[in-house]
């Protein structure tokens, strides 16, 4: 079985956490999840990753803004500077090894900073938008749609066109990072999915597939995907 390194959320000062959704998603398509400690240790991080065979990037806080060269600005959330530390070169790591890597909600903002992107700090205050992104309301059932560019790896797992998806994200993704294309967008065209061209399986979701995967297959499939490449990747014994 690939072995997937998942990363969790700082919740608060010692305790780690991350959503049950998560690892029965990557055991539903025949991985083994296994979660990461919180360490900014350099070679701790590449010794984690010389174990697994793909990177699973979770939702969580956001990112802190100084790391895309922003100063904070109020309407910005809480972030977590112990868990921008490790995760940081926990990514870049991961792509210059091509990993697969799956990253989800903050986890896809996080890899567009990590490849020089920047974020609007808050979608309402900065974007504008009259589409409801943070629907905390509905956490885990489809809220609006998103369209699914053809030609591309997300529309080779989950097909082109029209997909009906979940929100809960007050942040996006402003200026898109280095070498990333745009594989999904929202009728208000906010960014909503990414991927490296270039790389073997780095994909990026603004969604939750994994509150949506265990009731609606097309979700479950990024993970079926991301599994699949992981054990083409697997590390040599």
């Known amino acids: ?10 919740v608060e000062e010692k305790k780690i956490t991350v959503n049950q959704d998560y690892v029965e998603s990557v055991l539903r398509a025949g991985g083994t999840p296994v979660l990461f400690p919180v360490t900014d240790d350099r070679e701790q991080i590449s010794a984690l990753l010389a174990r697994v065979d793909g990177l699973l990037l979770t939702g969580g806080q956001d990112v802190n803004p100084a790391e895309y060269g922003e100063q904070r ?126 790389h073997p399986f780095v994909l990026g979701v603004q969604w939750h597939p994994e509150s949506l995967s265990d009731r609606y297959p097309d979700h479950q499939k990024l993970f079926d995907a991301f599994i699949h490449a992981c054990a083409d990747h697997r590390q040599p014994v």
Request: glycine share 10%; hydrophobic share 40%.
């Open 73 to 198: 600005m109020p309407c910005c959330g809480d972030f977590s500077a112990c868990r921008d530390a490790m995760e940081i070169p926990l990514c870049r790591e991961a792509l210059t090894r091509r990993m697969p890597v799956l990253a989800i909600c903050r986890g896809m903002q996080l890899l567009s900073c990590v490849l020089g992107g920047t974020l609007y700090q808050d979608l309402v205050s900065q974007f504008g938008t009259q589409l409801s992104h943070p629907r905390f309301d509905m956490p885990g059932d489809p809220v609006h749609e998103v369209d699914v560019k053809p030609d591309t790896l997300l529309s080779s797992v989950m097909g082109a066109g029209t997909l009906r998806v979940n929100s809960r994200h007050h942040q996006g993704i402003k200026v898109l990072g280095k070498n990333l294309r745009v594989n999904a967008i929202a009728p208000d065209g906010l960014i909503e999915g990414i991927e490296l061209p270039d």
């Open 1 to 10: 079985m690939a072995l997937i390194g998942v990363v969790p959320s700082w």
